[in-house]
Nanobody, 125 residues
Framework: QVQLVESGGGSVQAGASLRLSCAAS?????????MGWFRQAPGKGRDFVAAIDWSADSTIYADSVKGRFTISRDNAENTVDLQMNSLKPEDTAVYYCAARFESGPSRYEYEYRYWGQGTQVTVSS
């Protein structure tokens, strides 16, 4: 089994920054897994935010966060972070960390096998 635990959420004003972290653990966790961040706003479906391959050489982002968010990972610590700058009210959502069996990043929710419980990010204007 693989456990993913997100942290770092909170309530901030527009323009502020937050850094989310996801800690992975479990006997079957493999550092060769690609990792991703998704978010779900109230009353909406879960949307792709960013993803990173196992070696951190390849990253992909949703257009809505490109240039503001940065995904990174530390395979020695089994963590993946999401640095969020210039936050906007429309970034308000529950943010989820996810892991997929393949080594390459993906923007498709169905390709991820393991999910965390989520962390709330609220951005006020």
């Amino acid at each position: 089994q693989v456990q993913l635990v997100e942290s770092g959420g909170g309530s901030v004003q527009a323009g502020a920054s937050l850094r989310l972290s996801c800690a992975a653990s479990g006997r079957t966790f493999n550092p060769y897994y690609a990792m991703g961040w998704f978010r779900q706003a109230p009353g909406k479906g879960r949307d792709f935010v960013a993803a990173i391959d196992w070696s951190a050489d390849s990253t992909i982002y949703a257009d809505s966060v490109k240039g503001r968010f940065t995904i990174s990972r530390d395979n020695a610590e089994n963590t993946v972070d999401l640095q969020m700058n210039s936050l906007k009210p429309e970034d308000t959502a529950v943010y989820y960390c996810a892991a997929r069996f393949e080594s390459g990043p993906s923007r498709y929710e169905y390709e991820y096998r393991y999910w965390g419980q989520g962390t709330q990010v609220t951005v006020s204007s």
